[in-house]
């Protein structure tokens, strides 16, 4: 894996154990939710995945953003698939949108790279 | 078609040939964009309206929620996909969302209930 | 109660039902975890709303704002206590917050005049 | 005047009244800031009411844009110009802003007509 | 204290102080008001702080954060007290709010040992 | 030019390249979109520049504020005016704008600096 995508899973790793060490139920229940919420239902993973990282691009949260490209590389998302998501969040998200999708961009080509890595 | 339904449609077409009969350039494009960006592509339309949906209810626009959701409707979306939809989009944008979705339901039941009246 | 008062209580009430009868289960337990969350705990119930209201006027949400109004004036918060949850609002979230204000004081006094009605 | 004109005015006007007159100290002086921050400066006050104009867009606050093309109207902004401004906040804050356009074109055009009917 | 801690203090003094010297009187008034909307009032001090806490979370300020966390340690609030304000304020916000959680989790640690480090 | 100055612009510049590379036909658009609506109109270049930072302002965006800052500084605009759109972008965004104000300070005075430096 790249250093950046390596790093981006331990920090989140670590500090998320840390949140639910600290045993407060409403946010326990908030991270159990999360996992949930993108399971298979009358919708497929791989749409909840869209739709979450599109959701994280219009509200402008890198990290949010990372996390659901990592989930849509595992569900092997084509380039031109990523795009489009870009794309249409780009148009509803406006231009002030466009610093994260550098960043986005930096991450997707960095996903791709770790895995030719792996191999 | 329930009231409701009708005048939004009407105030918004109204509107749109209003903006667009003003010859602004930069307008007239963005309006031309979003007729494009949600066209079958890499991804199929299903998809790019169910996107449409998240990221207005998670940006919390009455309005846009009501044009995708009219979308959904004419492509057949069921109830437990829109809810779905729905879910993911309060999970994503927090309470702060549940007011948007109330809006949301009264107009997809109205969508519905047009449907019945049409026949 | 005035008017708008009842009006948004019974809008309220009426589309929750319609929601919770979809039984989704991700839309169930955030409502659940809603009405957890504002539970008496480590802190108390009074400093909950406040900041419930507090976070609704700045996210600039009239129907949350009304919501926790209501709790507000139940729990017999002051004028002077609700006026400073509105101007620390305000400062926070900026002049774009000011509508939001003039429609939160008027929920306010039409609280406070249900009141006197009531009697 | 226009009815929808005239409305809005004296709604704001009798709420910042009501506001005002609870003599909180903090909201005083925010109003007190609203007004000194858009005189004339080392930026004159057209400049200042464009960017009070363009900010209120991308932040979706009907209220206040229509507040500020009231201004814009009062110191002869043209047809061209305002369309200008629409398209750069369109374009900054994405197509969720454009139900927001709308109404900001249906105020325009009442303020127009407005001035017609005062003749 | 911790280094993070020190460098975001020295930072922000160092950067306020270039701010207000450049005498722009709208700024100088904003930031005068600043320091006065959390005194002592109708509401106290730790109440106003928290406010001071929730809104920051709610818009996803990391730096916001960080400042009203400094200041909820300094008046003793409590580790449950501090995790009940993150959870309204995750809910209310939503999982897009979960990366400044745990930047705020994280800051909140190292206020606590930098606390044990001065012993 | 100082280093952040041009890392800024480095990064930029790279990460713009990449994504017009991937050939999205709505991703070039928005692009192309962006140069356009900042051209010499009824409007002149130096309100749209302001205008564009204000708004980058208002919605919190650093890399935008960054980029219009150095339009704004290629335009000759003095420390007054530039201040000026800081104090209105901050009364109506609200404090929460202020750490976006530091960094939009400590960018401004690098730019400043570079100036001198290329002498």
Redesign the interface.
Known sequence: MSNSVTEFNE??AK??D??LG?N????K??FN??T???QE???DKR??E???L???M???????VKYHLTKCHELNL????V?????????????????H???A??FW?ELKQSETNDL
């Open positions: 920090y989140r500090m998320n840390e949140i600290a407060n139920k409403i946010l229940r908030i939710l999360d949930n919420a993108f239902g009358a919708l749409t909840k869209i739709v979450g599109a959701c994280s219009v509200l402008r949260c890198d990290d949010c084509s380039d031109d698939q795009y489009e998501i870009f794309s249409v969040a780009n148009l509803i998200g406006g231009t002030i949108v466009i610093p999708l550098r960043r961009v930096e080509n």
